[in-house]
């Protein structure tokens, strides 16, 4: 029964591992793999002299700190939150609302957007002029302040309710008996929580901090792609677009690669490290 899945894993990531030798490669499309001459690490050097990585560099780990703040504690919340509503009629409807975003593509989301915050036809102005202001509306999606801001929100929109499904599962599974104890010690809902609920999550949210951390430089290709635009290209470019850019409109495959590897060397960096400090802590947590 394991056999599809493993050859899933050898076929789609580790047999195009071979294309990491591009990145150390003076890539020529015609010469191929074999013909082109090696560089060894002069591809790297290229992308640090390169204005365009540095941006794109911050920008990701900028970005990727924000989702990282606000974004993944909305699960948590949103999970303990559901658990306590005791109608499950209602319950249930609040989880097929809250979940139907995540199935809905980035592109209809970016329709969505625009036709609530166009400056001119937008949802928001035509409540404005209806409430009788007739002022400027400020366009969040080509405004430098506000771009990553409507990233992060947008996003939180999107993926929060289905991020729930796997914290609901685990405390799903806490003892009830905790619950009845800490009640006929006059423990209310807030201490129930805080002494119980988190403590049941914490080696479901510890191992999925470490992934998180381990993503840091991976801001979300879909999304950013699908909103931003040449106004906030300064705030929104990104080391995914950047790799894209780089492959299919320069065809700079070597660079691209290059840049591509380093976020890869990057992110297992920080996994490992992460993954050091959490078993430091609570000897139980952690991946490995």
Do not use: C
Not at 9 to 24: D, E, K, Q
Not at 71 to 87: D, S, T, Y
Not at 237 to 259: H, N, R
Request: zero cysteines.
């Amino acid at each position: 029964m394991a056999i599809p899945g493993i050859l899933f894993f050898i076929v789609f990531h580790y047999v195009p591992m071979y294309g990491i030798l591009i990145a150390f490669k003076k890539y020529n499309l015609y010469q191929g793999f074999g013909g082109s001459p090696w560089v060894g690490l002069d591809n790297f050097v290229k992308l640090f002299e390169m204005g365009g990585f540095r941006r794109a560099l911050g920008n990701t780990i900028i970005i990727s700190f924000y989702q990282l703040l606000f974004a993944f504690p909305a699960p948590i919340i949103l999970a303990i939150m559901l658990n306590e509503v005791r109608h499950m009629l209602y319950k249930r409807f609040v989880q097929t609302v809250i979940y139907l975003p995540h199935f809905v593509s980035w592109i209809i989301i970016a329709g969505i957007l625009y036709a609530f915050f166009s400056p001119s036809t937008g949802v928001i102005r035509e409540l404005a002029v209806w409430f009788g202001y007739e002022g400027t509306i400020t366009n969040f999606l080509s405004s430098k302040e506000y771009f990553r801001g409507l990233l992060v929100v947008s996003n939180i929109w999107k993926e929060a309710g289905f991020g729930t499904v796997l914290y609901l599962a685990t405390i799903a599974s806490i003892d009830p008996q905790l619950y009845e104890a800490a009640k006929v010690d006059g423990a209310k809902k807030w201490r129930q929580i805080w002494h119980i609920t988190l403590p049941g999550l914490r080696t479901t949210l510890v191992i999925l901090l470490i992934i998180r951390v381990g993503h840091i430089l991976n801001a979300g290709l879909d999304q950013v792609y699908a909103l931003y635009n040449p106004q906030v290209y300064e705030v929104s470019e990104i080391l995914d677009t950047f790799i894209y850019k780089l492959a299919f409109e320069e065809a700079k495959y070597d660079l691209s690669t290059a840049t591509g590897v380093f976020k890869s060397v990057i992110g297992l960096v920080l996994v490992l490290i992460t993954n050091y400090i959490a078993k430091k802590i609570d000897r139980d947590s952690g991946l490995i």
